[in-house]
């Protein structure tokens, strides 16, 4: 694709996190969001008169027969992921997709499987490889400043109904394992620069309703020897996120989405760290610049797949326990 061209892009899910993508793209040159997908129409229509999108539809299907969308982002639900994804690569669409790739090993390798036949850019929001926070610690262990020995991960929400970050009811249902440990999973082997070799889980009760564990623990070791401990919780009543500590040869690093301190709770500077300090926005132009330099981005399927293969191991010790 020349540099010159506009990249049109159809973006499925106004939720939340769609949202979030429309704002961070609205910062990015030369890319244009044209099509808009979500289940309910009022609302589509809603967005996407506030974004100036022209295409709205409820159907993913209508977005990918226009010829002119180059690349799609899915922020759809998790259960959705891997046959959409399936679908932009079929079309001839580059594609985005929000993490998780897919709630099943299967799926997870049949989307890889056919990114790399496709040739198309195929990246997972992985976004905490983008987070300036994370990318900070990133650039000191490359230096070879600072080496870490464990990571303590906590991932705590309160969310004992079904309901997204605006609060608003979801139609699908969220889940520790493959949405949530995602996250943390991928960043340890990617932050260590080295493979995981052991993996262990325990959960809480199954929720009689939502049918999920709301209570998870996951230990984790890099061949490297590093380990990692996260805790993920929908019953946690105080702030709600995913908290990051580095323990490491020479430093303690605590990350807080785009916001990091050290382990005695002192800011650290990271607005020089990339040209935003969203991460979401930098994911985005990650995204755009591979499709623009015919190249694999970081976060791409393959390069996270062997998570996705530890969740599934993960998930077999859980139901056999």
């Known amino acids: 694709m020349s540099n010159s061209k506009t990249i049109k892009v159809a973006l499925a899910g106004a939720g939340a996190f769609g949202i979030k993508h429309l704002d961070g793209i609205k910062n990015i040159d030369g890319v244009e969001v044209v099509s808009l997908i979500s289940r309910d129409l009022e609302k589509t229509r809603e967005v996407a008169a506030k974004y100036g999108i022209g295409h709205v539809t409820t159907d993913l299907a209508d977005s990918l027969a226009l010829p002119e969308v180059d690349a799609v982002i899915l922020c759809t639900p998790t259960q959705m992921h891997a046959a959409q994804s399936l679908a932009c690569l079929k079309a001839g669409k580059h594609v985005q997709v929000e993490i998780p790739l897919a ?73 520790l394992l493959w949405h949530h440990a995602a996250h943390t999973v991928d960043l340890f082997a990617y932050q260590c620069g080295s493979p995981i070799v052991k993996a262990n889980a325990v959960q809480g009760p199954i929720h009689p309703t939502l049918g999920i564990a709301m209570d998870m623990s996951i230990q984790l070791k890099a061949a490297n020897g590093a380990i990692c401990t996260l ?17 490491g040869d020479t430093a303690t690093y605590i990350a807080r ?19 935003s300090m969203n991460g979401i926005e930098l994911q985005d132009r990650e995204f755009f610049a591979a499709i623009r330099e015919g190249r694999e981005p970081n976060s791409s399927v393959a390069q996270v797949l062997p998570c996705y293969q530890v969740l599934h191991d993960l998930e077999q010790q859980l139901n056999a326990a």
């Open 103 to 175: 709630d099943s090993w299967k799926d997870a390798e049949e989307v890889v499987a056919l990114a790399k036949r496709s040739g198309l850019v195929a990246m997972c929001g992985h976004t905490r490889r983008f987070n300036p926070s994370h990318q900070y610690v990133h650039k000191k262990i490359q230096a070879g400043e600072f080496n870490i020995q464990q990571m303590d991960v906590q991932t705590y929400f309160f969310r004992r109904t079904n309901m997204n970050a605006l609060g608003q009811a979801r139609s699908w249902t969220d889940h």
């Open 231 to 247: 805790s993920l919780s929908f019953n946690n009543d105080g702030p709600l996120g995913t908290f990051f500590r580095y323990i």
């Open 257 to 275: 989405y785009d916001d990091l301190v050290n382990g005695k709770e002192e800011k650290i500077d990271v607005s020089q760290v990339d040209v």
